[in-house]
């Protein structure tokens, strides 16, 4: 390795990695054009991928290198780039450039800012010196996988490492559990009055628990793909805060019917509808907000978001079952 894949290696930006020896070519030219440019500006660096870009740099899409060769010279490039390209934003970290690699099989991947323009390149020669034959597939395999060695090697903890890094998050959930208890005698009135609301009590919170840790499933799969933004992050929560009135309505309906029919209780079985509804709803808001935030807030979402959603949906669970059941017991 040329780059040592340490813990803080991982966590540095890829802007401090990226280099500026890349081969572009311009937006408006023909293949003709753009290989009688190259001849005349021959790249300095390796050549992996040849960028389009307009002339304010925004980039529009690559040339394979077998595309450029074979076409006609007097064939645009607008036809024959890809336009689909895996970027990086400038405050995406190594360790998610390497999972890129991984993932989408790339030498190199373009930086580019929130309006596209082409700030960089980082390829896979700054982290391994293996570059050689790249032709033969195999290789590539190896070298992808040599990529996947590094990274998981940087990321193993030590038995007390690993504790104090977890220890912390999980006090959120101990600290949830004092609160949920004080908050339940804060409505002992209302528990004295209506036994049944404890009856369902682990039930409301389990499901509120269980939609969340879905959402923080979900959410940090999907970071293995592009890297998030605050935008990309208003977009999820619209999706999410639908998915999840639609799965606390029907699971908060399906409950209420159990407990009208068993208890009799109208106001206890719309107590139940309304606290499951509004509890999965924001558990789920909770479960895809918090691996985004720490993500872009530079902490370990895989380590926290569990635990500090989990703690938060029962806290807003209580308050929306108990303040509910107030109301419409009173």
Same mark, same amino acid.
């Given at each position: 390795?040329?780059?040592?894949? +340490? #813990? ?50 925004r980039l529009h899409g690559v040339v394979p290198t077998r595309r450029l060769i074979l076409s006609s010279p007097d064939k645009p490039l607008a036809e024959i780039m890809v336009q689909q390209v895996v970027a990086l934003p400038p405050e995406a970290t190594v360790l998610e450039a390497c999972e890129f690699f991984i993932q989408?099989? !790339? ?14 390149v980082v390829d896979m020669e700054l982290y391994t010196d293996e570059l050689g034959h790249l032709g033969d597939a195999s290789n590539r395999d190896d070298l992808f996988q040599l990529i996947g060695v ?10 007390? #490492? ?13 600290? *949830? ?39 923080? +499933?979900?959410?940090?799969?999907? !970071?293995?793909?592009?890297?998030? #933004? ?8 619209? +999706?999410?805060?639908?998915?999840? @009135?639609?799965?606390? !309505? ?26 499951? *509804? ?25 380590? *926290? ?5 989990? *703690? ?12 509910? @059941?107030?109301?419409? !017991?009173?």
């Amino acid at each position: 390795m040329s780059t040592a894949l +340490s #813990t803080t290696v991982l966590n540095e930006p890829v802007t401090k990695h990226m280099h500026q020896e890349f081969t572009r070519v311009g937006l408006g030219q023909t293949v003709g054009e753009s290989l009688d440019w190259l001849r005349r500006h021959p790249p300095r660096g390796r050549i992996v991928y040849f960028y389009v870009v307009d002339d304010e740099g925004r980039l529009h899409g690559v040339v394979p290198t077998r595309r450029l060769i074979l076409s006609s010279p007097d064939k645009p490039l607008a036809e024959i780039m890809v336009q689909q390209v895996v970027a990086l934003p400038p405050e995406a970290t190594v360790l998610e450039a390497c999972e890129f690699f991984i993932q989408h099989r !790339l030498l190199a991947l373009p930086v580019v800012d929130n309006d596209r323009r082409l700030l960089g390149v980082v390829d896979m020669e700054l982290y391994t010196d293996e570059l050689g034959h790249l032709g033969d597939a195999s290789n590539r395999d190896d070298l992808f996988q040599l990529i996947g060695v590094h990274v998981a090697k940087a990321q193993q903890e030590s038995p007390l #490492t690993a504790f104090r890094h977890r220890l912390p998050w999980l006090g959120c959930n101990i600290a *949830a559990g004092i609160l949920a208890a004080l908050l339940s005698r804060l409505f002992e009135d209302e528990l004295n009055r209506t036994v049944a609301l404890a009856f369902f009590i682990p039930v409301v919170l389990n499901l509120a628990e269980s939609v969340s840790s879905q959402s923080v +499933s979900l959410t940090l799969q999907s !970071l293995h793909g592009k890297p998030p #933004t605050w935008r990309s992050l208003v977009t999820k929560l619209r +999706s999410e805060l639908a998915t999840g @009135a639609l799965l606390g !309505l029907m699971s908060g309906t399906i409950i209420g019917l159990v407990g009208l029919a068993w208890l009799g209780e109208i106001r206890v079985a719309l107590s139940l509808i309304g606290g499951i *509804a509004g509890g999965v709803t924001l558990a789920a808001i909770l479960g895809i907000t918090l691996p985004i935030l720490l993500r872009l807030l530079r902490l370990e979402p895989r380590v *926290a978001a569990g635990p500090v959603a989990l *703690a938060g949906a029962d806290v807003v669970t209580i308050l929306i079952y108990f303040n509910l @059941a107030r109301w419409l !017991l009173g």
